[in-house]
Nanobody
Framework: QVQLVESGGGLVQPGGSLRLSCATS????????MGWYRQAPGKQRELVAS???????SYAASVKGRFAISRDNAKNTVYLQMNSLKPEDTAVYYC?????????WGQGTQVTVSS
């Protein structure tokens, strides 16, 4: 079973940056479009960034121009570079395929933006 392991979260001040990583236990993700999702307290999980198998990217309006998704198929890893962070970016961040199919959700990584 493929495992998704997110890392790189933490506490950062507004305007700061973080780089999230999503590592997988196998090479299967090279065959999937992958996305970064986030879930804030009391809110539904939302897709914030997506990258296809050919590296075409798309972003939610709320993060466009601030976040950048990338992938390294050789390392079976997907990244999310987050710049100019805002308090409203505070959430647990997850990766999964886009659309979500049969890959199990990982534990996520907490991002907290606060002064």
């Amino acid at each position: 079973q493929v495992q998704l392991v997110e890392s790189g979260g933490g506490l950062v001040q507004p305007g700061g940056s973080l780089r999230l990583s999503c590592a997988t236990s196998g090479s299967i993700i090279r065959f999937y479009a992958m996305g970064w999702y986030r879930q804030a307290p009391g809110k539904q999980r939302e897709l914030v960034a997506s990258i296809t198998t050919t590296a075409s990217v798309s972003y939610a309006a709320s993060v466009k121009g601030r976040f950048a998704i990338s992938r390294d198929n050789a390392k079976n890893t997907v990244y999310l570079q987050m710049n100019s962070l805002k308090p409203e970016d505070t959430a647990v961040y997850y990766c999964n395929s886009d659309p979500v199919r049969h890959l199990s959700w990982g534990q996520g990584t907490q991002v907290t933006v606060s002064s």
